[in-house]
T-cell receptor, first 117, second 113 residues
């Protein structure tokens, strides 16, 4: 597609339930990031996938959070046993290379607004 | 030291003025620097990228990079009310064998008509 697609755009869930958030990156983009943005806050890095390399999971806040990327394309972020503090906008970004200098441009999806009640 | 720091603002300028947004970063080996604009309730939008020391101009926007001082800034000339948004500085910081795009907390800019 033309942009990074995220679904659902909004999700309301009960505390303790599991949720899955989906990101469909731009075709051909080599890397995929997940970020979390709480109300009025900056972007908090969660996880980063680059090709077939092991993902950088250093930003995942707890073992309730996991993510996978199938076939180097679509990614799913799963939050188990959701808590109220998980309420935030979850943003996905994909990255392509620009030319031969190795520098990268990042494009964000429109995000999933998660509300845990 | 935080990895990417921005003057937290909020910053308020009159229409037509120059808005100056500043950012410092911790990793001297960083090579790629970005400014994103985020309107309330929307996702970040890339407005400038810069990789070499000096200035890079794009329309009313100028990014300035000084790697020796680990400093990157964004100037917005002839500010318009439509420029009112949160501006996020992002830096590709080294994390192990990878580079990780790390954001500052953002500066809220308000341009008053």
């Amino acid at each position: 597609g033309a942009g990074v697609s995220q679904s659902p755009s909004n999700k309301v869930t009960e505390k303790g339930k599991d949720v899955e958030l989906r990101c469909d990156p731009i075709s051909g983009h080599t890397a995929l990031y997940w970020y979390r943005q709480s109300l009025g806050q900056g972007l908090e890095f969660l996880i980063y996938f680059q090709g077939n390399s092991a993902p950088d999971k250093s930003g995942l806040p707890s073992d309730r959070f996991s993510a996978e990327r199938t076939g180097g394309s679509v990614s799913t972020l799963t939050i188990q046993r959701t808590q109220q503090e998980d309420s935030a906008v979850y943003l996905c970004a994909s990255r392509r290379e620009l030319g031969t200098t190795g520098v990268y441009g990042y494009t964000f999806g429109s995000g999933t607004r998660l509300t845990v009640v | 030291q935080k990895e990417v720091e921005q003057n937290s603002g909020p910053l308020s300028v009159p229409e037509g003025a120059i808005a100056s947004l500043n950012c410092t970063y911790s990793d001297r080996g960083s090579q790629s620097f970005f400014w994103y604009r985020q309107y309330s309730g929307k996702s970040p939008e890339l407005i400038m990228s810069i990789y070499s020391n000096g200035d890079k101009e794009d329309g009313r926007f100028t990014a300035q990079l000084n790697k020796a001082s680990q400093y990157v800034s964004l100037l917005i000339r002839d500010s318009q009310p439509s420029d009112s948004a949160t501006y996020l500085c992002a830096v590709n910081l080294r994390g192990g064998s990878n580079y990780k795009l790390t954001f500052g907390k953002g500066t809220l800019l308000t341009v008053n008509p």
